[in-house]
């Protein structure tokens, strides 16, 4: 098992189906740093990620077009670029560190306790809002089992708290035309926008 700070492999290597499966516990450093506009919050790092080292790396997952079309950067990154989102004022980390093939192996602890883990960097770090991808690891985590997509009414030790869907591509519900104008929101929230130019665009 490799731990944090592993370093990522060169951005041509695609990962084999054996060292996708040695992945799993594995871990992925945060892109983190102090006074951010947004710091992202996935729900655990997936095999393929871990595997290369890189947040949202899977192929499939829409992470990087959704900031791309939404206006969080003026083109779509590669996983392999994510320390480029520092300078757009974006930032990641996870609720759970360790890679599982999928978010439902997690615990309802693992996913509290992370809840804890992200209140301590928040207060560390000061950004000015938090997302949380994922509706359902977000009411068990937070332990609000009637949260919906969007702003959350309570603060995070100071951060305006955001929900939006899981980016991956296993989740059907929200494709890129539903899960753009949901990251939209939150980019105009962050710059000010009027909040009547950015209608809520909420889903259960």
């Keep these: 098992m490799q731990g944090q700070g592993e370093r990522k492999k060169d951005p041509r290597h695609v ?37 290369i080292g890189c947040h949202f790396g899977h192929p499939g997952n829409r992470f990087w077009k959704a900031l791309w079309q939404s206006g969080f950067t003026d083109r779509r990154l590669s996983p392999y670029e994510q320390e480029e989102l520092l300078a757009f004022g974006c930032g990641v980390t996870n609720l759970v560190t360790r890679a599982t093939a999928r978010a439902a192996e997690l615990s309802a602890d693992e996913l509290r306790a992370g809840r804890a883990a992200l209140e301590r960097k928040i207060r560390k770090l000061r950004p000015k809002s938090v997302a949380v991808l994922g509706i359902g690891a977000y009411r068990t985590g937070f332990s609000q089992a009637k949260a919906s997509v969007g702003p959350q009414s309570a603060k995070l030790a100071g951060a305006s708290l955001w929900v939006l869907p899981n ?37 259960p």
């Design 167 to 203: 980016p991956s591509g296993l989740n059907g519900a929200y494709p890129l035309p539903i899960l753009v104008p949901l990251f939209r929101n939150l980019f105009e929230a962050v710059h000010r926008v009027p909040s009547e130019a950015w209608p809520a665009c909420k889903h």
């Design 15 to 51: 990962p084999t189906r054996e060292e996708i499966r040695h992945a799993v516990d594995r871990t992925v450093p945060d892109i983190i740093a102090p006074g951010l506009d947004v710091l992202f919050c996935g729900i655990n790092p997936g095999l393929y990620s871990a595997a």
